[in-house]
């Protein structure tokens, strides 16, 4: 027990409760960090599961051998089937383009449907789709259609009886191509309907559940034998671009927890050094007295141990609250509610702590108990020890190991060790160009200040490193979401399009032109599309190439015409020689794929193979917000596939209504309206900043600790030199000022580094990310030093207000 007493005495000393004051944070930031991703990993594997309808799904642009579904069934795999196209269906003389899903009784496996019996009825979930001579249709058909329910609609050559409003399906798509108006109907229905005929752009999922063990052997048997066309779909490529997204917004959280803990960290390395030799007295006495070193090895580090323990469970407890409270604000974000999470967060919560007091406060601990009690005699605290490097080794290593854990990547752990000694080094250079000025010349509280930031200078190098990256990352944060996306903005054309028109039919193209120009609305042209994939370079198979880039992993956009647009340029080659054959390739693409004019590219669309040599190779203006192309074909190579129109046009908001009138009289035509889309974009990136932002305020937090630790590390040294300066006739109010323009002048000096820094990355997410020119930004060179100065400058003086205020005589008298 006697640790425990010593823990409670000493806490009143300061150190203590710093140390323990790092732990807390440093363990809480990565908890909740933990639990919050964790508890969205696993919320989003869910809602992926539902978005397939079942646990693995194959898709054909084909049907598939019965011999494959014969094979799962032998597995006892529950198996359910769709069929979804295109078509055109009919009512009272009213003709409606729509989206048909063709369904079995399996439809879905995983997941629920979500219809009604009647337009005021309520709602119903249900595990199947109708059942045969019946359709289930989304609400908006009913008075496009002007029926009502219980009326037939034709498809083909079948009348079917609308029987229920369909209000959700799992498996929804989500594609710009796929956004006509929903009929579900069964699959039994489709032969006497007669509207799948050779060459139908149909896409056919076939679902699978069941054991885990069962699927993976299955679908391993499977794959060898699938084609261009087939592909199969599980959990990891249910919501791709969302896994991919949250997968590196966890790698930036961890990584920010990471700047954060190895603050903490340093925060806790000053304490725990200014606590050993505050203690070394205590120590020389207990071995004058003649306790051994492993006894007083064993009292102080049952102290740290105790002391971790306690810090780190209320950490644990700090990090649990707050993330779920953050889960229960951002409840609205969340497309199902997060389930709780494992208890793998709290692993990693508790190395965590246990990771910075081991790395930072064992090795003063050791330094403590190797005391001479001969320093009773002499007065000499300095205790100076020839293990040094043990703690210079376990600290970073120990840090070292931690990140790697968290972030995942030994290079993303190794660029933010590059990184930050990069920083330091700018501090170092910022603080000797801080002191080298000559600033003392201002007066009596300049010198005081000049004269304490050159004895502290090391310390000093620590501050403006420490701030300076909290500041930094803030600053970069809030530009990065609002300047940049205004600058992307401005840099657009004017008048660029703001609208999209999709799934534009060859019957409608005439009249829309129409339509648009009695609008007085200039559009750009209409350009055709099919769907389809390069299979072959050569009669080399795309599938054996290295490194394949997207455009070959999946279906492309093909078109054709017979004008070049005016954003497009012709690099190489000819636009269309007197052959009038071939295709135009964007040319980074072409770099990607090492192209060369002549090579014969193969594409499959349609379950039918073209060919077509290279003619030429374009560069592309993707900002100007027209339709664009990878693959640009010559007149009449792709006129025999069925085809939509895509065009694009810019709307002023005076004449938005316009957009209804679209809708209005062609429903088929999808309407992409880029200026709801930047909204919507921004306030994503509102949402999501709310996490990254609160860790931010958690890495300053954690510099103002590592400023309170080497303030409490000096604040023997601040009472003697202000009791001197005080005997002097210098007066309390000089002492203050001179306070605040020392560590104001810290502050400004982090101000600027961070500023520096975080211009230098807005640069690179402008030529990188958004591909806009090099723009600076004042405001922000005018923000990191105020907000430095105003920081560091309150921070530090009410740290080293107890100095000014201790009575002179009190101090001088301890001293002697």
């Known amino acids: 027990m006697l640790p425990l007493r010593l823990l409670f005495r000493d806490w009143r000393g300061g150190e203590l409760a710093l140390i323990a004051s790092a732990l807390v944070l440093a363990v809480t930031c990565v908890t909740a960090i933990a639990h919050f991703t ?43 089937q769709t069929i979804q196209f295109a078509s055109m269906i009919s009512a009272n003389d009213q003709f409606q383009f729509v989206s048909v899903k063709a369904a079995d009784g399996g439809y879905p496996l995983v997941g629920h449907l979500e219809m009604r019996r009647g337009e005021d009825a309520p709602g119903e979930i249900t595990q199947q789709g109708p059942p045969p001579g019946e359709a289930w249709v989304e609400p908006r058909l009913l008075p496009l259609l002007g029926i009502t329910m219980g009326d037939a609609i034709g498809l083909g050559d079948t009348q079917l009886k609308v029987t229920g409003l369909l209000e959700r399906e799992p498996d929804r798509g989500t594609s710009l191509f796929d956004m006509g108006a929903r009929v579900l109907v069964h699959i039994d229905d489709l032969p006497a309907s007669g509207v799948i005929q050779a060459g139908s752009r149909v896409r056919y999922r076939y679902l699978f559940a069941g054991d885990d063990r069962a699927l993976g052997q299955y679908f391993d048997w499977l794959k060898p034998q699938l084609t261009e066309h087939q592909r199969v779909l599980d959990l990891r490529e249910g919501q791709p671009r969302v896994a991919s ?32 030799l505050r203690h ?21 580090l049952g102290q740290l141990a105790a002391l971790t323990l306690i810090a780190t469970a209320t950490g644990l407890a700090l990090g649990s609250v707050i993330q779920a409270q953050v889960v229960n604000l951002m409840a609205g974000f969340f497309p199902v509610v997060p389930p709780p999470s494992h208890w793998n967060p709290l692993l990693v919560g508790l190395a965590t702590g246990f990771a910075c007091a081991l790395g930072f406060a064992l090795p003063p601990l050791f330094r403590l108990a190797r005391t001479d009690p001969m320093q009773t005699l002499h007065k000499d605290w300095s205790n100076p020890d020839q293990r040094e490097w043990l703690g210079l080794i376990l600290g970073p290593g120990a840090m070292l190991l931690l990140i790697w854990w968290l972030s995942g990547s030994l290079a993303m752990t190794l660029a933010l ?41 090391a310390f000093n190098t620590l501050l403006i490193a420490a701030f300076g990256t909290g500041l930094l990352a803030m600053l970069a944060l809030v530009f990065a979401r609002t300047a940049l996306i205004d600058e992307w903005r401005m840099q657009l054309p004017e008048k660029a399009p703001n609208h999209f028109l999709l799934n534009i039919t060859p019957t409608d193209v005439g009249g829309l032109q129409q339509m648009l120009e009695k609008a007085g609305v200039s559009s750009s042209e209409f350009y055709p599309m099919v769907r389809g994939r390069l299979t072959a370079i050569n009669d080399t198979p795309t599938r054996d190439l290295k490194d394949r880039p997207n455009g070959v992993r999946r279906e492309l956009n093909l078109s054709w015409t017979e004008n070049l647009a005016p954003d497009n340029r012709i690099l190489e080659g000819e636009w269309w020689d007197k052959a009038r054959k071939g295709v135009s390739v964007e040319v980074e693409l072409a770099a990607q794929l090492n192209l060369a004019l002549g090579d014969r590219l193969r594409f499959s669309i349609g379950g ?50 316009l957009v209804n009138d ?37 890495m300053l937090v954690a510099g103002v600790l590592v400023l309170i630790a080497g303030v409490r590390a000096s604040i023997a040294e601040r009472l003697q030199e202000a009791a001197i300066i005080r005997t002097l006739g210098g007066r309390r109010r000089l002492l203050l000022k001179s306070l605040v323009l020392e560590f104001g002048l810290l502050g400004c000096a982090a101000g600027l580094l961070a500023a520096i820094g975080a211009e230098a990355t807005l640069m690179v997410l402008s030529h990188r990310v958004f591909e806009l020119p090099l723009v600076l930004h004042p405001t922000l060179w005018l923000l990191g030093p105020l907000a430095g100065t105003l920081l560091v400058g309150s921070a530090g003086t009410l740290a080293c207000y107890s100095a000014v205020r201790q009575p002179p005589l009190k101090v001088l008298r301890e001293l002697a």
Do not use: C, H
């Open 38 to 80: 964790d508890r969205l990993t696993r919320a989003m594997e869910q809602q992926s599961l539902s978005f397939l309808a079942a646990e693995r799904v194959l898709r054909s642009s084909q049907p598939v051998d019965p011999a494959w579904l014969d094979a799962a069934k032998a597995r006892g795999l529950a198996q359910g």
């Open 662 to 698: 679209l809708v209005r009289s062609y429903p088929s035509v999808s309407v992409i309206e880029l200026d709801k889309i930047i909204l919507r974009i921004r306030d994503t990136i509102d949402q999501v900043s709310f996490a990254i932002e609160s860790v931010m305020a958690l």
């Open 608 to 657: 039918l193979e073209v060919e077509a040599p290279v003619a030429s190779f374009r560069s592309l203006d993707w900002n100007s917000m027209r339709p664009n192309f990878y693959m640009l074909f010559a007149p009449g190579t792709l006129e025999g596939f069925p085809a939509t129109y895509i065009t694009s046009f810019y709307l002023p908001p005076r004449d938005k209504l």
């Open 245 to 276: 997204a949250l997968n590196r917004a966890e790698r930036f959280l961890f990584l920010a927890a990471s700047l954060a803990v190895l603050l903490a960290s340093v925060a806790v390395g000053l304490a725990a050094r200014r606590y050993g």
């Open 417 to 457: 060790l590059a990184g930050m000694g990069l920083l330091v080094g700018g501090s170092a250079l910022v603080n000797q160009l801080l002191v080298s000025a000559r600033l003392a010349d201002l007066g009596g509280a300049w010198r005081i200040a000049l004269g304490s930031l050159q004895r502290r200078a």
């Open 280 to 300: 070394a007295t205590y120590v020389a006495v207990m071995k004058s007295l003649g306790a051994g070193r492993n006894k007083i090895l064993t009292i102080y």
